[in-house]
């Protein structure tokens, strides 16, 4: 008898990168988004529930702003980086393609949830975290990215034999704990929710939608 070779089949790929030194841009982005929201750069066109949560306008990236561009330089490169590492193009063919975006930040207060949903006309959405506010610790799950298995019928019938999947065979959700200066990058189709936040202060993220050309 051969040996069995176990080999993840429909993987869904899925990076995070960490900006080094990020305390002191993530304090200079958090003054302009303040400034941003009582200047009234609001998003009102949302299809997304979203409960107590400000949102921008989506061209956040156009704005020529120091610190908004070094953000947008590490982002994006992140995610070329990623495409990079999960398609078959040659170096000459990623140097060809041109990245699109869509860019906006989140201001989160205590509540604050946005709905199961995903994004559609892009490839690749990631998610900067600049501030995640003061946890509570009655609540561990507060502000968690929430991420939903792409096969609906993953746990169709459950039982001793395929239950506590080791990774990267999970089943049902994936969570991530919202971590300032950390990026998280993943497909666009992949469907999400934030958790209710129930902190104090603010959780404050930038998301984005890429797509190529």
């Not at 009582?38 to 156009?62: C, K, W, Y």
């Not at 003061?134 to 034999?161: T, V």
Request: glycine share 4%.
């Amino acid at each position: 008898m051969s040996q069995l070779q176990l080999f993840p089949a429909f993987a869904v790929p899925m990076a995070t990168a960490n900006l080094e030194g990020a305390e002191q841009l993530n304090s200079q982005l958090k003054k302009r988004f303040f400034e941003l929201e009582q200047a009234g750069f609001e998003e009102t066109h949302t299809p997304t529930t979203r409960v107590n949560i400000f949102e921008s306008n989506m061209d956040l990236f156009t704005l020529q702003d120091p610190s908004l561009q070094q953000l947008r330089l590490f982002c994006l490169s992140s995610i070329m980086s990623i495409v990079a590492s999960t398609t078959r193009k040659s170096a000459d063919e990623m140097r060809q393609l041109k990245l699109k975006n869509h860019a906006w930040f989140h201001i989160t207060r205590k509540h604050g949830y946005i709905a199961y949903h995903n994004h559609p006309l892009a490839s690749w959405s990631a998610v900067y975290y600049v501030d995640v506010g003061q946890p509570d610790p009655d609540y561990p799950e507060s502000g968690q990215i929430r991420f939903f298995h792409p096969s609906s019928s993953n746990q169709m019938f459950m039982d001793a034999g395929n239950t506590s999947f080791s990774a990267p065979f999970h089943q049902g959700t994936l969570s991530f704990e919202p971590k300032p200066g950390q990026l998280l990058i993943f497909p666009s189709y992949l469907m999400h929710e934030v958790a209710p936040f129930m902190g104090q202060g603010e959780r404050i993220c930038v998301a984005m939608n890429c797509w190529f050309e």
